[in-house]
């Protein structure tokens, strides 16, 4: 198995050491490095590559306009945004364009490993701390709220599987803790999705928080 992958950022010094990081994975290739997403959409009309990491910030064309481009001529291309920021309005406007996983760019090279081999099995993949970010965010703008009352919406085992992941636990994690495979909880997870009408498990979160429906 390869990875093709490209890294589209305006920071070189940044590009040649991610470029340098990911050739030390297996089944990593790099085969292409971009400064803008302008440059980057005339590279891929003879190289395609099966993952993107993408700035969000840049000249000429940023994230958000590429990822919308690709998106729309080339679905099969997915996006892993790559940020330094912490103001939420970045990931709803990446995740509208058609992200399927962030990662900071402080991060670690096996949260990168990780987000990289899930995204490309078809799996969304969102750092924990930007997710956790994103809770405080919205519990601090929500504290003094009314929730509803959910009894008659979900099971006690939704309920807890809901709570699991607005912590931050993997599917491995909720696995062991609640005492079942992690094909099931991604069962509970794909179900919960559609119950709720939401694609991720950002959107799912920011779902929950926004009506109030969990404590954090």
């Known amino acids: 198995m390869e990875i093709k992958i490209a890294i589209v950022d305006d920071h070189e010094i940044f590009r040649d050491g991610l470029c340098s990081l990911l050739a030390r994975i297996k089944d990593l290739t790099v085969i292409g490095l971009y400064s803008n997403g302008q440059e980057f959409l005339k590279g891929i009309e003879t190289l395609i590559p099966d993952i993107v990491l993408m700035d969000i910030e840049m000249p000429l064309m940023d ?8 998106a729309d001529k080339y ?8 940020s330094l920021y912490s103001d939420f309005s970045y990931y709803n ?22 987000a990289i081999f899930e995204v490309y099995k078809g799996n969304n993949y969102f750092s924990q701390v930007l997710l956790h970010q994103i809770i405080s965010d919205f519990s601090i703008s929500n504290q003094s709220k009314e929730k ?3 009894k008659e919406i979900f099971s006690e085992k939704e309920l807890k599987i809901i709570g699991m992941i607005c912590k931050g636990l993997s599917n491995k994690e909720m696995s062991k803790e609640l005492f079942i ?10 179900k ?6 939401v694609k991720n498990t950002v959107e799912l979160v920011i779902y929950m928080i926004k009506n109030k429906i969990i404590d954090l």
């Open 181 to 190: 495979s992690q094909k099931t909880v991604e069962s509970y997870k794909t």
């Open 148 to 150: 509803k009352n959910i």
């Open 93 to 114: 406007k990446m995740l509208n364009a058609g992200v399927k996983g962030f990662v900071l760019k402080q991060g670690s090279k096996e949260e990168l490993e990780q």
């Open 63 to 70: 994230g958000e306009t590429t990822t919308k481009i690709l």
């Open 192 to 197: 919960l999705f559609y119950k709720l009408g």
């Open 75 to 82: 679905p099969e291309i997915k996006v892993i945004a790559l």
